[in-house]
């Protein structure tokens, strides 16, 4: 985990004070005042400070944001609105483009499902608005098993498998680019007869009783991301693409000298190639085929801001963790300087319950998300997710305590830079009987590909040991596990490693039984 101290993007911004005037004016403002200024009666005091009242105007707050449109409740709040209302005939206008679904008189006895509208703002990185999203959503909890869909489990890409390829690139020096799919799961076909409802306010004047009988997958079905994911890997399959056996949503090419990689994590996708022209070619099959946007070089990925820092990439989520601050109302608590304070272990039953469990299983949920690039919290996280199924007061304040050291440490991240060398070292650790209630020892490895970390884990044993030798060993197991894993991976990137893995462990019992298991 490391700053990005060497990377700014530029200065600090200083706002220009204006020149102070000659004299201070009593009766009359400037001759030109700035765009959107309004003329007020000037303030006189004795201060040196020079100031926009002073001079005779001021710039109303409005001028320099423009109000958003509140979310609305409902879609026929939202069709008063013309904001929403273009927003949502754009999304209309797309559903029928692609020819979503036939409209049909009502079957008997058919399960129709019912569907809603979702709102909301999309904002650019800089916190600027960039649109208005609305969406036609179903209601997946109405579906039938067995009558509307049968299987639904949908593939995504590994966060280890994401920070290697995203190694490997940068050591090889490709070009890495990020795409987004419109509307991606109005691309999926269905193996299944859906019926839903017409959406809200765009209903057909001449049969407002019919339904829509769906001929590709919507927002909300249970199956739908199971439609994309297949229809999408068929076409890559077409293009020359492999599915890796390691990673099933990371797609391989090669042909002689060219390769590429694709990793696909629902509708984002990452594409990296050993050549412009071939980055270029892809892209332009992807985008005959699918409604697709190019949005360059790689810089915000499933929540990650990435930042080019000389020839690396800083990869932070500085905006995921404001956002939790703020969730959990802690955005301006006092710092901390540790996620974990000298007894981080805590009994299942020590304490009265939380007076909200929901919102601590939340919290606990995003701040697993933060680990994506904060290995430095993995540990603690790990000990405040043991206690989801009945939350104590003693709990919540170590979940706290991560949060308050989260707010002192907004500007780490993981960085990963060109690394010459390209072998894979494993260290492990492991604690014994650490468990208060169980027993159970808690294990934990680091894996780095050359100078890179892009693999971690902090999970507790499956069973108790009866010794610190075992504990070690089974912590050395778990690491030596995910590291035939990424050789099998890199295997498949052809980038084949030359020597064998080297995994660290301090306890010499361990070492012995790893060497001579006899």
């Given at each position: 985990?490391a ?37 007020v ?7 040196p400070?020079a100031?926009?009242?002073k001079t005779?105007?001021?710039i ?11 979310v ?37 006895r058919?399960?129709?499902?019912t ?16 649109r208005?999203?609305?969406?036609w959503?179903?209601r ?46 109005l ?14 306010g765009?209903?057909?004047p ?39 056996k ?9 042909r ?39 949005l ?43 996620p ?22 939340s ?14 919290i ?19 304040a170590a ?21 010459p ?27 780095f590909l ?40 890199l ?9 064998a ?7 010499i ?10």
């Amino acid at each position: 985990v490391a700053a990005p101290t060497p990377c700014r993007e530029g200065p600090t911004a200083v706002w220009p004070a204006p020149e102070r005037p000659a004299a201070v004016q009593t009766a009359a403002a400037p001759a030109s005042l700035p765009k959107g200024a309004v003329v007020v009666p000037p303030v006189i005091n004795q201060h040196p400070m020079a100031t926009r009242t002073k001079t005779g105007f001021r710039i109303p707050a409005l001028y320099h944001a423009t109000p958003l449109s509140l979310v609305p409740k409902t879609f026929r709040s939202a069709l008063a609105d013309p904001n929403w209302r273009a927003a949502m005939e754009e999304e209309h206008a797309a559903l029928l483009q692609n020819h979503t679904w036939d409209l049909v008189p009502r079957p008997p006895r058919a399960n129709v499902v019912t569907g809603k509208w979702i709102f909301k703002h999309k904002f650019n990185a800089d916190g600027s608005l960039e649109r208005y999203k609305a969406r036609w959503v179903l209601r997946g909890f109405t579906q039938r098993p067995g009558v509307d869909f049968s299987e639904t489990f949908s593939p995504v890409v590994k966060p280890a498998t994401v920070r290697t390829v995203l190694s490997l690139a940068l050591s090889h020096q490709w070009p890495v680019h990020q795409l987004d799919v419109k509307n991606a799961f109005l691309h999926g076909t269905l193996s299944e007869t859906v019926y839903c409802v017409q959406p809200s306010g765009f209903e057909d004047p001449t049969h407002p009783d019919f339904v829509c009988q769906l001929n590709k997958s919507l927002y909300g079905l249970k199956q739908a991301p199971r439609a994309w994911y297949s229809r999408f890997a068929t076409f890559l399959l077409s293009l020359g693409f492999v599915e890796a056996k390691s990673d099933t949503s990371l797609f391989i090419y090669r042909r002689g000298s060219d390769i590429a990689y694709l990793l696909l994590y629902v509708d984002d996708i990452v594409l990296t190639a050993s050549s412009p022209g071939l980055l270029r070619r892809i892209i332009s099959a992807l985008q005959q085929e699918f409604s697709m946007k190019d949005l360059g070089k790689l810089h915000h990925f499933l929540g990650m801001h990435v930042q080019q820092c000389g020839d690396g990439l800083f990869l932070s989520q500085r905006q995921s963790m404001l956002d939790i601050l703020d969730r959990a109302r802690m955005a301006e608590c006092k710092p901390c300087s540790t996620p974990v304070d000298t007894n981080p272990k805590v009994a299942a039953a020590d304490g009265p319950p939380v007076a909200d469990a929901t919102d601590y299983r939340s919290l606990a949920g995003a701040l697993q998300y933060l680990t994506f690039t904060r290995p430095d919290i993995a540990y603690a996280v790990q000990q405040v997710c043991l206690h989801m199924h009945d939350p104590r007061e003693p709990h919540l304040a170590a979940l706290k305590r991560i949060l308050r050291y989260v707010r002192g440490t907004l500007h780490l991240g993981l960085l990963l830079r060109p690394s010459p060398a390209t072998d894979l070292v494993v260290y492990t650790d492991a604690d014994w009987a650490g468990c208060p209630d169980t027993r159970k020892s808690t294990s934990g490895y680091a894996v780095f590909l050359g100078d890179n970390l892009v693999s971690w884990s902090s999970k507790r044993q499956n069973t108790v040991s009866r010794s610190s030798a075992e504990a070690e060993y089974r912590a050395v197991a778990n690491g030596v596990a995910e590291a035939s894993w990424l050789r099998q991976l890199l295997l498949e990137l052809h980038a084949p490693l030359r020597r064998a893995t080297l995994v660290y462990c301090d306890n010499i019992s361990a070492v012995y039984m790893s060497s001579n298991p006899v």
